[in-house]
């Protein structure tokens, strides 16, 4: 397929760690069932996120995604040694002057078995419906390039057979999850750490718009780890992580960590306090950006902002300017809840 022009530079800039096929947010903690379909129900009884991306708004045509969120544990009996979970995860991405966009809806269904009171180990699988649609009659094409500019009076040259389609798409991953709680009231010395791997598109669904082409969706494999340690007897704690995915020939690996500060102690008796905490995120996206990120929880409720500063070959095109990001979460029961046993939720 003869590719948008445009998107021709933008490639030609790019470096073998490159973007996935995938859409893919920078805060990936916060998009959980687009990292792993077993996040569904792993860290919290209930959680519901939103989130939008807006990137390259400084070359082309910008490329906005957005993206929601549910998943929740079902009720289980005492005695019982796992819970199961359930999710749904949807999006819809627009990209570049053909306005390209690509909507998924996916159910995820999670089994969570208890190795003991602290940890747990998740499988889950999903199972949803992709559509995909393009508008080409706004896209400038390399056979329409006459030597010094664009003719858009010609042909593009493409054989399109289809300008929107549906398609199955399937998907599976496996989540460990610990956590130790604080030992005593405002101690502060908790650690959690979340692992996982998953696979995507497992069923390779076609993705061509074009009369005899073959471009079947390569599988997205991903791999995490997060952590969530406090500083015993402070107000501060690391959230460090690293993700990693693989798609075809495009890989992406992004590490960092947050820093994030207690401001205000909730009460822990009445609740009439809420909690609120800051935090200040570094990371990196190895090969092209720098992404600095700013959370501030507040009770259940979290509100997430980054921006990504180009580091690649891209940036004297794009002058530093990558994509900026934004999510709102809600979550139960409260994540800064004291409990004196060292259970997982």
Known sequence: MQNLFRLIILVAFST???????????????????????????????????????????????????????????????????FLAAGLNLFNDQAGDIRMTTTNVSLNLAYHLRLNNLSTLGVAIQGG???????????????????????????????????????????????????????YMRGNDQFS????????HLNRPSSTFLSGGEDDLAIRYTGFVNADIGISNTSLSLVPAIYYN?????????????????????????????????????FYRVGDAFVNKLLIEYSNYSLGISYDINASSLATAS???????????????????????????
């Open 193 to 200: 750490l979340t692992a996982g791997i998953a696979a995507f």
């Open 129 to 183: 419906l992709g559509q995909r649609g393009i508008n080409p009659e706004n896209g400038t094409w390399s056979n329409q390039f006459n030597g010094s500019g664009f003719n858009t009076n010609m042909s593009s040259g493409e054989n399109f057979e289809q300008m929107n389609f549906s398609h199955f798409d399937a998907g599976a991953g496996f989540v460990y999850h610990y956590r130790k709680n604080e030992r």
């Open 16 to 82: 073998n760690f490159a973007f996935s096929q995938d859409i893919h947010f920078s805060q990936m903690k916060y998009s959980p069932l687009n990292l792993n379909p077993a996040m569904a129900g792993a860290e919290q009884n209930l959680q519901a996120v939103v989130n939008y991306r807006n990137q390259w708004s400084s070359i082309v045509f910008p490329f906005q995604t957005i993206g929601a969120s549910f998943d929740m544990r079902f009720k289980e009996k005492r005695s019982s040694k796992g």
């Open 319 to 345: 002058k530093g300017r990558g994509g900026v990001e934004f999510f709102l979460r809600f979550v139960l029961p409260n994540p800064f809840g004291y409990s004196s046993k060292a259970r997982i939720n």
């Open 246 to 282: 693989l798609q075809g020939p495009h890989q992406e690996l992004l590490g960092g960590t947050y820093f994030r500060i207690m401001v205000i102690e909730g009460s822990k008796i009445t609740g009439f306090i809420k909690e609120l905490a800051l935090s200040y995120g570094a």
